[in-house]
């Protein structure tokens, strides 16, 4: 009983709107109804008390007049607490404790008449709970962007319930032997959610995911949880929603298609929601974000060039006695660099460069996850040392 009063009474308003319409209606219907009897019963004991109701010798100075019977005690109640005036029953001035009750009657007829048009107007105004559910991507990804690996998901609001003050939060929850450790991550700026806009985590050293790579997100157990909040324009209303990705939920070498397009005939932009949850695979390192920035270290220590990821493609920024020219096409159709020397030998040192296009899960055996982007990078720098 005590867990049932902490639960739904001592928050009594907050139930009611939380509540299904038909229990809304019932409750309300039922403090009216519980009102008029409780008051019809305090004026019948307030007649009797004053010799009202005694039919052989009636009180020469009554205090109600016009009530005979139940019946007529509760019309009574019903016209002090909701109309403004009375017809055939009304009260004199013979008793002052029927005018306290009257009193007491009216104002607590308006603070339920208060009560009722509140809940009616913040159950209207509040959103939907199905509304909710379209809110977040289905699947979050892990990918490169500008060089970085980033955990993206996306975000969208098509009647414009967040279009105010829009906040997006992330939070990711562990399991630990004492209790669960939640820790909140680092998101960049969202912009204004006139579109469906993606959300970015970049995978830096203070992230909890900087040791995280491809094969440890198959094995590891993790949840993170993604908030929404903003006000809307056209009520004020303030909302906020939740929702939560698993780890088998995340997707790595995964990007999100485009889902804005510009529409000749409308002249503008146009959202197609149909892409909104569709994804590709792109070229994304296998190994976790620690080892790619270590071996990339190294490759830099040692050929004074500095590598960067970007956009799927492994690309030497700048080479040093060497000038870069496009080899012809293999016989695949794919294009790779080569750096032109004198030597015919250079050319090995770069052969295990992986190519622009080739998806992530190409370079992996059926049997294992261990090749990956990681050993390509570091057998181009134990060539170079072997060369030098």
């Not at 149909?274 to 050929?303: G, K």
Request: negative net charge.
């Amino acid at each position: 009983m005590r867990n049932l009063w902490d639960r739904y009474m001592r928050d009594l308003g907050h139930t009611i709107v939380d509540s299904r319409w038909r229990w809304t209606v019932l409750s309300l219907s039922s403090s009216f109804l519980l009102s008029w009897f409780i008051f019809a019963v305090a004026w019948m004991l307030i007649a009797n008390v004053n010799g009202d109701l005694d039919p052989d010798s009636p009180s020469p100075t009554p205090c109600l007049v016009g009530n005979i019977g139940f019946g007529g005690y509760m019309m009574f109640s019903i016209e002090t607490q909701q109309t403004i005036g009375y017809g055939s029953r009304y009260i004199t001035n013979h008793c002052p404790e029927g005018t306290f009750l009257m009193c007491l009657q009216i104002i607590l007829g308006c603070a339920i008449c208060g009560a009722m048009v509140s809940i009616v107007n913040a159950k209207m105004v509040r959103p939907f709970q199905m509304y909710s559910k379209g809110l977040f991507s289905k699947k979050a990804v892990i990918c490169l962007r500008d060089g970085t690996l980033c955990l993206i998901f996306r975000v969208r609001d098509e009647n414009g319930r967040y279009a105010i003050g829009t906040t997006v939060n992330a939070y990711l929850v562990q399991s630990r032997p004492e209790e669960p450790f939640l820790k909140s991550l680092a998101l960049e700026k969202t912009g204004l959610l006139i579109w469906p806009l993606e959300v970015v985590h970049k995978i830096t050293p203070s992230s909890p995911f900087y040791d995280l790579s491809a094969k440890e997100l198959i094995t590891k157990r993790f949840e993170i949880i993604a908030t929404m909040e903003g006000t809307s324009a056209s009520t004020g209303q303030c909302s906020k929603t939740r929702t939560s990705y698993l780890s088998t939920e995340i997707l790595w070498g995964c990007a999100f298609k485009s889902c804005i397009y510009y529409s000749g005939e409308a002249n503008c932009y146009t959202v197609n929601h149909d892409e909104f949850n569709t994804t590709r695979e792109i070229l994304t390192p296998l190994c976790s974000a620690q080892r790619l920035s270590e071996v990339l270290q190294d490759i830099a220590s040692v050929t004074d060039i500095p590598y960067n990821f970007a956009d799927g493609e492994l690309r030497r920024e700048q080479l040093h006695n060497h000038d870069l020219e496009d080899n012809d096409s293999d016989a695949d159709g794919e294009q790779r660099f080569v750096a032109h020397d004198d030597d015919d030998d250079n050319d090995s040192v770069y052969d295990n460069i992986p190519r622009a296009g080739k998806p992530a899960f190409e370079t992996m055996n059926s049997s294992t996850c261990d090749v990956d982007v990681e050993e390509l990078l570091t057998s181009l720098a134990n060539a170079v040392k072997a060369k030098r």
